[in-house]
């Protein structure tokens, strides 16, 4: 597996149209999100200069990407999710980064099943990068928009995490504000991260 990090003044064109139609195949074709997109490629208000993305590349093709914001921006847990936190003040420190957007299809295919191999060796290799890179960029922890369930997978791959706020049901699914430590799991190294091009 190879993986690409950088915001899209680091990353080429090219990659970051691959990471935008992988995200659209992911979320809108096949969970069937009703995100608004256009010519096949999934794009919010939080995809900014600011915006650190992390990709996997698994025989040649992009098959799991991440999206990193620091919560001293605008987010999506404090701007469209905020009630995930039972009341809390969403957090605004420089310590403490999104991870939203995370999918891993270790098939490559893109098709299907894409947050359920949340477990897979691939998507734990990409969570580590995505820890490393967070952390290479001052954050502590990850804050992120979780199904119900993925707290027990992230535990089981070695990593500390913990509820943030209660789950609520979103688009059919029980979702939950998850705090990830930085320092921990299975860990990639920052140094290991290459700055690759997805050719």
């Not at 691959?18 to 256009?38: D, M, N, P, T």
């Not at 957090?91 to 295919?109: I, Y």
Request: glycine residues 10%; aromatic residues 6%; proline residues 6%.
């Amino acid at each position: 597996m190879e993986i690409v990090a950088g915001n899209a003044q680091e990353l080429t064109p090219a990659v970051m149209q691959r990471i935008a139609r992988y995200r659209h195949k992911v979320f809108v074709e096949s969970l069937g999100w009703q995100l608004r997109c256009a010519d096949g490629m999934e794009l919010d208000q939080f995809d900014r200069p600011d915006t650190v993305y992390v990709a996997a590349k698994l025989r040649g093709e992009v098959a799991g990407t991440a999206r990193l914001l620091p919560t001293t921006r605008p987010y999506l847990l404090g701007d469209v999710f905020p009630q995930l936190l039972n009341g809390a003040v969403p957090p605004a420190s420089a310590e403490v980064w999104e991870l939203s957007r995370f999918a891993a299809t270790p098939d490559s295919a893109g098709s299907g099943g894409a947050l359920g191999h949340l477990s897979s060796p691939l998507a734990v290799k990409l969570l580590s990068a995505c820890l490393a890179c967070a952390h290479a960029r001052g954050a502590s922890h990850l804050i992120t928009v979780s199904p119900l369930g993925v707290e027990r997978l992230l535990r089981n791959a070695g990593f500390r995490a913990r509820r943030a706020g209660v789950p609520i049901l979103a688009q059919g699914q029980h979702i939950v504000a998850c705090l990830i430590d930085t320092a921990s799991g299975p860990g990639t190294e920052a140094q290991d991260i290459e700055e690759l091009a997805l050719a």
